[in-house]
């Protein structure tokens, strides 16, 4: 693990001397179980970040974590780091369904860490949770979102399960031992909607709601287009229009790194026209919704047919998802960019 934070250092270091990196607005350690990494090994990694760019006043500073990976002075450890924001990757409440997911964290796991990261004085906690596993309930789906509510969190995700390839997940689906039914993902969904939101949760992405001010900085940002710099094994970057992805071999990416600074696996140059596309398949996402400047190459007739649906209206010049077009999100952005 040290050999490993030395690796993601040095990968900084050298992506600092050759690009134009400005100060920080954000760094978000994820996705993996960042809070595997001992307090030591984490300020070693942070400090060492400090020294290579500088941070914005204020900057948010996200690490992922699991339930079961840390106690009370880990906690600690944490807010004494700067760390502001804490994703807990709590997935359910319901034994069975955690089961199902291969998760080693029980339901107490959860209330318990949840509890220290408060108690360590950081705030803005989010809880993680995944709707549509194998065998679960709309009642354990309702149970998992009022445990969740019940601790005052500041910020839910909530995740229909996707079945991923060269998963155990997806060789089961395709021998049909589980099964995606759609009916149930929209009232699972509907129900996260209207639940979360009438406890003052704003919903302003998919599978995102928040209280007003704890919206993730780091994922709106990603959203909006802006340039984000990604280190380690599988991580991308995207600076002024290229597109690069780190080799995502962990050993192989060490090894690399040690040798020639980077581990840089596959590059792009992104035209202004797939800009645009992704941001129309981002931004539609939000409840703010994409601008018209990026709808040039959308026709008016695919616009207006979605705005007959009522799937979608103008907000001023934004185009904003309504009534189940939130629900609806890919199929309607592969409609407009097709």
């Keep these: ?36 990494l001992s307090p030591f090994l984490l300020r070693r990694l942070l400090e060492g970040l400090r020294e290579i760019f500088r941070f914005l006043p204020g900057a948010e500073i996200n690490l992922e974590a699991n339930p079961a990976t840390f106690g009370r002075q880990t906690a600690s450890a944490y807010a ?32 318990r860490s949840f509890a220290l990261l408060r108690e360590a004085g950081i705030e803005n906690v989010s809880i993680d949770l995944i709707f549509s596993i194998p065998g679960q309930s709309l009642s354990q789906w309702r149970h998992s979102l009022e445990k969740a509510l019940s601790v005052s969190p500041t910020h839910i995700s909530a995740y229909n399960l996707t079945y991923e390839e060269d998963t155990p997940f997806f060789e089961r689906f395709q021998q049909g031992l589980y099964h995606d039914k759609d009916e149930l993902n929209a009232e699972m969904f509907e129900l996260a909607h209207n639940l979360l939101t009438q406890h003052g949760f704003r919903h302003y992405e998919t599978s995102n709601y928040a209280q007003p001010g704890f919206e993730s900085c780091h994922n709106r940002a990603y959203w909006a287009g802006m340039n984000y710099l990604g280190l380690g094994p599988s991580a991308v970057s995207t600076i002024a229009g290229r597109r690069w992805k780190n080799i995502p071999d962990t050993r192989q990416y060490i090894q690399l790194v040690e040798q020639a600074g980077h581990a840089e696996h596959e590059a792009e140059d992104l035209t202004g026209a797939q ?29 207006g047919h979605t705005i007959e649906e ?29």
């Design 80 to 111: 004494d780091l700067g760390i502001s924001r804490v994703s807990l990757g709590a997935q359910s409440f319901d034994p069975g369904n955690l089961t199902a997911l291969g998760r080693t964290h029980g339901p107490s796991d959860i209330t």
């Design 1 to 36: 693990m040290a050999r490993f934070v030395d690796a993601l250092l040095a990968e900084a270091g050298d992506r600092s001397s050759r690009l134009p990196v400005p100060a920080l607005e954000t760094v978000y350690l994820g996705g993996g179980t960042p809070s595997m």
């Design 275 to 303: 800009l645009d596309l992704e941001r129309i398949a981002l931004m539609l996402r939000t409840d703010q919704g994409v601008h018209r400047r990026h709808l040039g190459a959308v026709s008016e007739e695919r616009i």
């Design 310 to 338: 009522g799937l979608a209206g103008w907000d001023g010049d934004h185009l904003r998802l309504l009534g189940r077009g939130p629900l609806l999100v890919d199929s309607i952005v592969s409609h407009l960019a097709d």
